[in-house]
């Protein structure tokens, strides 16, 4: 087993052999587990769950895999997360929402994506949401919540339609093309998601955006265009950048 995974290009075999077999009840379905990841299938795929600030975030093949820099949105998310509602955008299987969950048991939490698959996932990692809900950004939210919200949080898709070629393939044939591809520049979801925040946001509530180090300026620039007030935050140890903006009160 060890021997096929690397030999598919598996660089920690021996750990993902180990959880193979630990998700298999016997050898046909660990042979069938072995058959899918050596065919290019994302191993939390394969194994039906992703490990996300300590948590099992459930997955469905097809639905985007939450990263490990991620963590970082989640823990700015979580920082600022008081009293008022939290949304999360383009949640995919929810995992920030559901790390934030965790630590605000108590929190008025929605998360929205435009992918049915994703909102099925999510909806399963977030029994304790006030909504999980399908639809186009803030579109699929309810109309209660303008200028209500304390924290808007979102991983929207920033890889540039010209460098989704370049992505792993496990990436780019395995996961939605909407959740990765960004358009031409990598910023047009980032751009909606900016220019409709202040519309959203409580006075003092703050739009937190995953992005890459090259494009946290242009990210920046767009915060500022709608009216907030940015700042660039990074994570060396997971080369994660996060840019974060309040609306003035």
Request: net charge positive; aromatic share 4%; hydrophobic share 50%.
């Given at each position: 087993m060890v021997a096929a995974l690397r030999s598919a290009g598996c660089v920690f075999a021996e750990d993902?052999?180990?959880l193979l077999h630990e998700a298999a009840h016997d050898d046909t379905e660990l042979a069938e587990l072995v058959?899918?990841?050596v065919s290019g299938l994302p191993l939390e795929q394969v194994l039906g769950?992703?490990?996300f600030c300590g948590l099992r975030i459930s997955?469905?093949?097809g639905v985007f895999v939450p990263r490990r820099r991620t963590e970082f949105l989640a823990e700015q998310a979580i920082a600022l997360t008081g009293s008022g509602p939290v949304v999360e955008l383009c949640c995919g299987a929810g995992a920030v929402a559901a790390a934030v969950l965790?630590?605000?048991?108590?929190?008025e939490l929605y998360a929205a994506d435009v992918d049915p698959a994703a909102v099925s996932c999510a909806a399963g990692n977030l029994p304790g949401a006030?909504?999980?809900v399908r639809g186009d950004l803030y579109r699929a939210l309810p109309d209660e919540l303008r200028g209500r919200v304390e924290v808007v949080v979102a991983n929207a898709p920033y890889v540039p339609t010209g460098e989704v070629g370049m992505m792993p393939p496990e990436a780019r044939l395995h996961e939605p093309a909407v959740a990765l591809d960004g358009g031409a520049d990598g910023l047009d979801i980032q751009r909606r998601v900016a220019a409709e925040a202040p519309r959203w946001l409580a006075p003092g509530g703050n739009l937190l955006i995953e992005t890459s180090r090259r494009q946290a300026p242009g990210t920046a620039a767009l915060f500022t265009e709608a009216g907030l007030l940015p700042r660039i935050l990074h994570c060396e140890e997971r080369d994660a950048t996060v840019v974060a903006g309040t609306r003035p009160r």
């Open positions: 993902e052999a180990a058959r899918r990841r769950w992703a490990e997955l469905s093949p965790v630590a605000h048991p108590s929190v006030a909504g999980v």
